[in-house]
């Protein structure tokens, strides 16, 4: 199954407040904040506080701005990209006027060539990260996010892209499954304090690539 976006959203998005670009250097800290936030409301609630604290704090913290650094200014690939949704917030009071309206990083994805050994990256992709800030969560920047990231890579001659979810209780996992994602039957388990099960989720996104459907 071909996942469901909407054309209209094509790269720039579809709102001249709220739209989807490449990531500059100057977002990385927001970035960051995104993914540590988004981790902490994901994954909060499952894990225990000390592995929690490991994976959202200082250290782990300068690690992604470090990967997140470097996914912008040198990529492995041209095909390998870093995208982010902006929105517009006005100052505490709701104060009107000239330059009091500022844009503000509220979601990232990151994506790129398939990196499993059992995907062939010239056609199978993969979205290695899709995080919305819990503050800024249903207000439709997951959904620009995802299809901005199915227009670059089928401009970039993909056909198929991939997604590593945890396999229960994953709010990215009932995101993605509602536009049309499907298991592909690849498991693995993580490390996380205890063992979390996670499952590879697949949409085709050539017009003539096979639909999407759990394994038989």
């Known amino acids: 199954m071909t996942p469901q976006h909407d054309p209209s959203s094509r790269a ?4 001249s ?11 990385v800290d927001d970035i960051v904040r995104i993914q540590v936030a988004a981790w902490r409301a994901a994954y909060g609630p499952r894990l225990p506080a000390e592995v ?10 300068r690690r992604f701005h470090e990967q997140w650094t ?5 990529p492995p690939t041209s095909r390998h990209r870093l995208l982010v949704a902006t929105d517009t917030e006005e100052p ?4 009107q006027g000239p ?6 990083t509220v979601g990232f994805a990151a994506l790129g060539p398939g990196q499993d050994p059992d995907l062939w990256p010239a056609t199978d992709a993969e979205l290695y990260a899709l995080h919305v800030d819990p503050a800024h969560a249903g207000t439709g920047h997951g959904s620009r996010l995802l299809n901005a990231a199915v227009d670059h890579l089928v401009d970039d001659g993909f056909r ?14 009932a995101f993605v499954e509602r536009s049309g994602w499907r298991p592909d039957g690849a498991h693995r388990e993580v ?17 003539d690539a096979p639909p999407s459907a759990p394994p038989a």
């Open 17 to 27: 407040q709220r739209f989807v670009r490449a990531a500059r250097t100057e977002d």
């Open 99 to 104: 330059g009091r309206v500022r844009r503000i």
């Open 12 to 15: 720039q998005g579809d709102s």
């Open 52 to 61: 929690l604290a490991e994976m959202t704090g200082e250290e782990a913290g």
């Open 191 to 207: 490390d996380a304090g205890g063992l979390l099960p996670m499952v590879r989720l697949h949409a085709a996104i050539a017009a």
């Open 92 to 95: 505490v009071g709701g104060a």
């Open 160 to 173: 198929t892209v991939h997604l590593w979810v945890a396999e229960e209780g994953d709010p990215l996992r």
């Open 70 to 74: 470097a996914a912008i200014g040198n």
